[in-house]
């Protein structure tokens, strides 16, 4: 693949959303620390290794991308950040493209963090250790299965598969994560990775899922 020009160079600098948009290549948000050769590395922060520093939620000034990656990064997002992220990365993508991310399992989470029948002093740490997997690490919104699936559907990638860590029948995807991992249950992967390819947008489907969102979450947000 030709890597870009302003990868090739390492160049950092602000995204410009008057700017005509990136075109072609691969894309790595949230990249941080971790830079991906033959990749455009998008990050807000300015870092070393960061080709492009913007903030995903002014929008994706990408196109004709064959693939995007984000790992552990949607779960920084609020929610209908999120999802308008999702309909951003179908908008960047070529025709055809691909689209891999990884997130917290919140049903892991849940199993994992807090047990009911525990002692009351063992549910006292559990309760604390159960707010930070929601608040911590400056997370804003924790993803189950069933409703991620459904806002990639929603936002035009008909068909998802799940993955496990590292593994992708894809050779672009194939041994990406970096994200340290923690031990699995047979039922609740402690993280969800989605891999989606670019079908037709569903509009009508997107905006019911925005009004559920506004109607059961937003609306009762103080910010």
């Known amino acids: 693949m030709k890597v870009p020009f302003f990868s090739r160079r390492r160049r950092r600098r602000p995204a410009d959303p008057?700017?005509?948009?990136?075109?072609?290549?691969?894309?790595?948000?949230?990249?941080?620390?971790?830079?991906?050769?033959?990749?455009?590395?998008?990050?807000?922060?300015?870092?070393?290794?960061?080709?492009?520093?913007?903030?995903?939620?002014?929008?994706?000034?990408?196109?004709?991308?064959?693939?995007?990656?984000?790992?552990?990064?949607?779960?920084?997002?609020?929610?209908?950040?999120?999802?308008?992220?999702?309909?951003?990365?179908?908008?960047?993508?070529?025709?055809?493209?691909?689209?891999?991310?990884?997130?917290?399992?919140?049903?892991?989470?849940l199993m994992s963090h807090y047990d009911v029948d525990a002692p009351e002093e063992e549910r006292q740490a559990q309760a604390v250790s159960l707010n930070r997997a929601f608040h911590g690490w400056r997370h804003r919104f924790l993803w189950n299965q069933p409703l991620l699936?459904?806002?990639?559907?929603?936002?035009?990638f008909p068909q998802v598969t799940w993955c496990r860590y590292g593994e992708s029948h894809r050779p672009e995807f194939a041994g990406l994560e970096r994200h340290e991992t923690y031990d699995d249950s047979d039922d609740?992967?402690?993280?969800?990775?989605?891999?989606?390819?670019?079908?037709p947008a569903d509009p009508d489907a997107l905006a019911e899922l925005r009004r559920e969102i506004a109607r059961e979450f937003l609306n009762h947000l103080d910010d």
């Open 188 to 199: 609740y992967p402690h993280v969800l990775i989605a891999e989606a390819r670019k079908g």
């Open 149 to 156: 699936g459904r806002a990639l559907n929603a936002c035009g």
């Open 18 to 109: 008057a700017a005509p948009p990136h075109r072609g290549g691969r894309l790595h948000v949230g990249a941080g620390r971790e830079r991906f050769d033959d990749w455009v590395n998008l990050d807000i922060q300015d870092l070393p290794g960061v080709d492009v520093v913007a903030d995903v939620t002014a929008g994706l000034n990408f196109r004709d991308m064959e693939a995007v990656y984000a790992e552990h990064f949607l779960e920084h997002l609020r929610i209908d950040h999120a999802v308008n992220f999702l309909a951003d990365c179908h908008q960047a993508l070529a025709d055809g493209g691909w689209l891999r991310l990884s997130t917290p399992n919140l049903e892991w989470v």
